[in-house]
């Protein structure tokens, strides 16, 4: 009795850390599988059918899915830097509204004392809630009433247009960035503002001069989370766009592999998917400190 | 005291800040959230959507009570079935993603295993993939002619002399259940093996925080004390871990409740809708079957049922937290 108490003190055994080791290899294995056959199955012929077993390189392995998907992944006319760019503009438009707006937002909720602030956390936290299929119908009815005449773009339906799935997705982000920005701002300490405001500057310029520096890690990570939230978006852009220039990447990955899709051309989609995958995983990996610094909603108490 | 900085009362620079965020609020997600409740009493539909076209009909309660009652003129649709099939889902998802999470965080805090950090930061290497990258791949190994659960299946059978063929599984299209006394279909067993794999290390990495912040000396005295290594597992490991994980599991909970890209992506809701989920019905009801005002009504139920799951949730963390307190 008493040995087997003391045991776990110990140096554990030799046996102990080879098994522990065997597991910890067994599960990585489990983690990397998927990668490692999306990969393989990038590398495939096009016309394959059926991989001809598990191989890390397959047999005849070629680089012609990726050359298909650069010049023409769907049997739409577009190229996959034109589906990027668009998923781009929507992704990097939609975070930087919503960052602008959130921290302008987030800066009174988390330090001032005014009349229904209350009333407007609770309804972000009520929005907050739903799901971005919650609002699908509304939005789309509501969207397709509009008919814009801009200068540049001349005249179309913003629910047929990238800015009206733009103006679907803010209304989902926004609320989440202010409520991250705000909860973020409400763990730094006030003591700069508070001598700032004893020396009589404005709000207008403790905003500036002291609270947007020091919100800065929170504003690169909402950013960031809206970016790839809108760089993979599926569900307004689906819904709301008609015409082959406008698509995004998702969109295009979707068709690939839709529901009334005879053959799928798995190669063509595994290489897509990765191109699809490595712009926002590299940005992470390189910004990953600063990442999880900057995340106030995930953060758990205890 | 207030912890707000004091402003005066009166004063409009708050709302100076906040309204710009406000009147965009306004717009695109208060407005279209009360146009919804009003549509959702309408018969909104395909007719009614262009321009110049006669405004819909009131219909009172119609709408909900067909979707409350399956009587909406969809193929598959059962709202009960949906539902209990919702719920169990995400219940069974994140109690597996807890058990393994929380194992794995042990095997990885254990003081024996070498190269901890390459581990802990490869795990975490399924997060980095977008949801609906992470549905295709595994609808293609999942596949019944070209995947790779099927060939690795047909491998490890080799050994026990089973003929390949055996292992020709369609796994998201076959109709029967493959176990006979449990009704759920071979799909849901394929997407809770892929949930499982993009859902454990998030929580791995939540419960490896909570491990690390143990101070050793507890383990120490509970051994003075003549406590077995389960007994102090169970004092010690599991009370540090409660109040750390109870929060995320709720949080996994309501995640996995909405999680659209698999039951959307890899099965599209079959075998006979038996696994589509209350947000990808929502979306089919507008996008397939432009049914707008039914889909309105579906939001608004939708609704009604987050909020209610989001009270129960509150009240247990609120139990827990104050039994942690104690």
Known sequence: ?302 | MSIFTRVNRRSLTPYAFIAPALVVMAIVTIYPLIFQFWMSFTNYGLANLRQGAPAPDWVGLENYVKILTSELSIPNYSFLRLFLYNIFWALSNVAIHIVLGVAIALLLNHPGLKLKRLYRALYVLPVLIPPIVVATTWRNMFNQDAGAVNMLLGLVGQVFRIPPETFSIDWLRQVEDPISFIPLPLAYYAMLITNIWLGWPLNAVVATGALQAIPKDLYEAAEIDGAGRWASFKTITLTYLRPAMIPFAIYGFVVTFNLFSLAYFMSSGGPFGRTELLVTQAYRLVNERQLYAVGAAFAVVLFVILLTISLITNRISKATARYDDF
């Open chain 1, 1 to 302: 009795m008493t040995t087997s108490k003391r045991r776990s003190f110990r140096e554990p055994s030799l046996l102990t850390k080879i098994l522990l080791q065997l597991a910890a290899i067994g599960i990585l294995i489990t983690v990397l599988f998927p990668v490692i056959w999306v990969f393989s199955v990038s590398l495939s012929p096009l016309n394959l059918i059926r991989p001809d077993g598990l191989n890390l390189i397959p047999k005849d392995a070629t680089f012609e899915a990726y050359l298909k998907v650069i010049d023409r992944p769907t049997s739409n006319p577009v190229s996959f830097l034109e589906l990027a760019f668009n998923s781009f503009k929507i992704a990097g438009g939609t975070a930087l509204a919503s960052v602008a707006l959130g921290v302008l937002a987030a800066y009174p909720l988390s330090r001032l004392a005014f009349r229904g602030r209350t009333f407007i956390m609770l309804v972000i936290l009520g929005v907050l809630m739903l799901p971005a299929v919650a609002t699908l119908a509304p939005l789309f009815v509501t969207l397709n009433g509009v008919r814009l005449d801009l200068p540049i773009l001349g005249a179309f339906n913003l629910r047929n247009s990238q800015l009206g799935v733009g103006i679907a997705i803010v209304s989902g982000s926004l609320p989440f960035a202010i409520w991250n920005l705000k909860g973020y701002l409400d763990t730094i300490p006030r003591e700069l503002e508070e001598a700032a405001a004893v020396d009589g500057a404005s709000q207008a310029r403790i905003f500036r001069s002291i609270v947007l520096p020091l919100a800065l890690p929170a504003i690169a990570v909402t950013g960031f989370l809206g970016f790839i939230s809108g760089w993979t978006e599926f569900y307004y852009s689906w819904m709301f766009l008609t015409q082959p220039r406008d698509f995004t990447l998702a969109m295009a990955l979707s068709a690939m592999t839709g529901t009334y899709a005879s053959a799928i051309p798995w190669p063509l989609v595994s290489a897509f998917s990765i191109m699809l995958t490595l712009p926002p995983a590299i940005v992470y990996l390189l910004s990953q400190r600063f990442i999880t610094g900057g995340l106030a909603v995930g953060s758990v108490k205890g």
